[in-house]
Nanobody, 121 residues
Framework: VQLQASGGGLVQAGGSLRLSCAAS????????MAWFRQAPGKEREFVAA????????FYADSVKGRFTISRDNAKNTVDLQMNSLKSEDTAVYYC???????????????WGKGTLVTVSS
C-alpha cells in the first residue's frame, strides 16, 4: 500500500496539530496502521497504532492522553491528533501499515514519507 503523510508544520508548545495519512493501491482495511517518529540523532520510535477496524488503539507512554489515532476506512485515511504538544515531540512523523498489530518498526510492511513537526518552546 502506498502511504502519504501530511499536516506537519511549526506549532508553539501547548498547541495542537493534526496529521493525516492517505493510503492507496491496496485494500486499506486489511492493514493495521501506525505512526512512528524520528527526532534528530535518535532512532525511529513508535507513537501510536490502530487495528484494522479501528476498534483498538495503542499509544507510547510519552504521548498517552495527548495524542489520538483514528482511521476512516471509507476514505482510506488514518489521522493523528496531537494536543498539548511539547518541544520533545519535535520529529519527522511517519505513517506505516502492517498485517499484524505491533509496535515493532521492523514488522511494518509499508512506510510513507515523513512529515516534519516542529514544536517551539
Amino acid at each position: 500500500v502506498q502511504l502519504q503523510a501530511s499536516g506537519g508544520g511549526l506549532v508553539q508548545a501547548g498547541g495542537s496539530l493534526r496529521l493525516s495519512c492517505a493510503a492507496s493501491g491496496r485494500t486499506f482495511s486489511i492493514y493495521n496502521m501506525a505512526w512512528f517518529r524520528q527526532a534528530p540523532g535518535k532512532e525511529r520510535e513508535f507513537v501510536a497504532a490502530i487495528t484494522k477496524s479501528g476498534a483498538s488503539t495503542f499509544y507510547a507512554d510519552s504521548v498517552k492522553g495527548r495524542f489520538t489515532i483514528s482511521r476512516d476506512n471509507a476514505k482510506n485515511t488514518v489521522d493523528l491528533q496531537m494536543n498539548s504538544l511539547k518541544s520533545e515531540d519535535t520529529a519527522v512523523y511517519y505513517c506505516a501499515a502492517s498485517r499484524i498489530i505491533t509496535q515493532n518498526r521492523g514488522a511494518m510492511d509499508d512506510w510513507g514519507k515523513g512529515t516534519l513537526v516542529t514544536v517551539s518552546s
